[in-house]
């Protein structure tokens, strides 16, 4: 195993980022192998349990109520809908289900109680269960892990710098704050971000920084491009070459060697080449389902298809951390504090999309 190390400087990394290709890949290759199986991929299903009518504004999200885009709203699903999901996640192949729901923060009451319920439920069909609902207080997390979960997804986007330039209804100190309250309970932490949204390679650099400097670093980091969505403020933006993305992979399997790196969105842009290349780099870990919340992702046959074409086997659920155990409602030793925290709005207002914003109305 490697040893992982916090202090990385952004110049380290940026060097690393730009060696030359082949370089950078071998390097990540053997990095890759002394702390991971090669072969192995983990698979996850990512279900949005409530769509659509976030109140926050983050520059590349169709789900933002403030943007105009085609995403049709839904309100919480329920437990035996989640279940259903669940199984046929399983029947096909993954190790986990990833809930997401789009709120700015979890709210103690009858919502976050279903939610918990949801996480027992799924735990016990022996699947990893992942859940992200936004910013969560230290007594959320552990009902939370108390119930069964097994990762919490609160990805940092983007750098520190670039944040306010992609979201200006929260600041990047609640991003840190809400990984810091799940560190306090024994749910593992899922955080990445996203490349593609007219970041520098500084930002992307930094990012990796943050992500790295956190002890201990995430046990996942997804790594995603950019899925320009119409009626968002990044709609016009052209996708990044999968050059920049198989870089960005083997930097975060260098920087982060024991994490789980996690090819997120952006997956239909690429081909099986370029995902290969991506796993060779050091990828071991894939979202599968036709949807990613609302964006597309390939369909989980042609990725079966593509796992069998490149010799790679689904990661068995439990295989890094061992199952947490369930604990009723009925015996919790937990309960809503109904707590307001102090999440910051910085006041930068992103630019709206008053192109998109005219054509509904015309449409209307
Ligand atoms: S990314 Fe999450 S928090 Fe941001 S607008 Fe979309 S659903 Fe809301």
């Known amino acids: 195993m490697s040893e992982a190390r916090h202090d990385w400087a952004k110049e380290e990394i940026l060097e690393i980022y730009n060696k030359p290709l082949m370089e950078l890949l071998y390097d990540a290759a053997t990095i890759h192998r002394k702390n991971h199986d090669p072969n192995v991929v983990q698979v996850s299903t990512l279900l949005s349990i409530k769509t659509g009518g976030c109140p926050e504004d983050c520059g590349y999200c169709p789900q933002a109520a ?37 709120w700015r923060n979890v709210k103690d009451g009858p919502e976050f109680d279903e939610v918990l319920e949801m996480v027992r439920t799924i735990n016990k069909l022996d699947m990893e269960v992942c859940c992200t609902l936004g910013m969560l207080t230290e007594n959320q997390a552990k009902r939370l892990a108390e119930a069964g979960l097994y990762a919490y997804n609160h990805n940092l986007d983007t750098s520190e710098d670039y944040y306010k330039d992609i979201i200006s209804t929260r600041a990047f100190e609640d991003r840190l704050e809400t990984i810091d309250n799940v560190r306090k309970s024994n749910v593992t932490v899922c955080s990445g971000g996203i490349i593609g949204m007219g970041e520098k390679l500084e930002d992307r650099a930094g990012m990796l920084v943050a992500l790295a400097s956190l002890n201990p670093q995430p046990e996942s980091v997804p790594i995603n491009a950019l899925v320009a969505v119409e009626g968002t403020p990044m709609e016009d933006i052209e996708p990044i070459p999968i050059w920049d993305m198989i870089r960005m992979v083997a930097t975060t399997r260098i920087v982060m060697p024991e994490t789980q790196v996690r090819l997120s969105a952006g997956r ?38 593509m796992f069998k074409l490149l010799g790679l086997n689904p990661q068995k659920a439990f295989t890094k951390i061992s199952q947490p155990k369930t604990v009723e409602a009925s015996d919790s030793q937990y309960k809503g504090l109904n707590e307001k925290p102090k999440w910051s709005r910085p006041g930068h207002s992103i630019e709206r999309n008053e192109q998109a914003k005219k054509k509904a109305k015309l449409t209307d």
């Open 66 to 102: 403030r943007y105009h885009t085609d995403i049709v709203g839904n309100d919480l699903m329920t437990v035996s809908q989640v279940k259903a999901q669940a199984l046929r996640a399983k029947a096909s192949g993954s190790s986990r289900v990833c809930m997401g729901a789009a």
């Open 268 to 305: 239909t842009e690429m081909s099986r080449e370029g995902q290969a290349m991506c796993f060779f780099a050091g990828a071991n870990s894939i979202f599968a389902g036709d949807k990613l919340l609302t964006t597309p992702n390939p369909d989980v046959n042609q990725d079966m298809e």
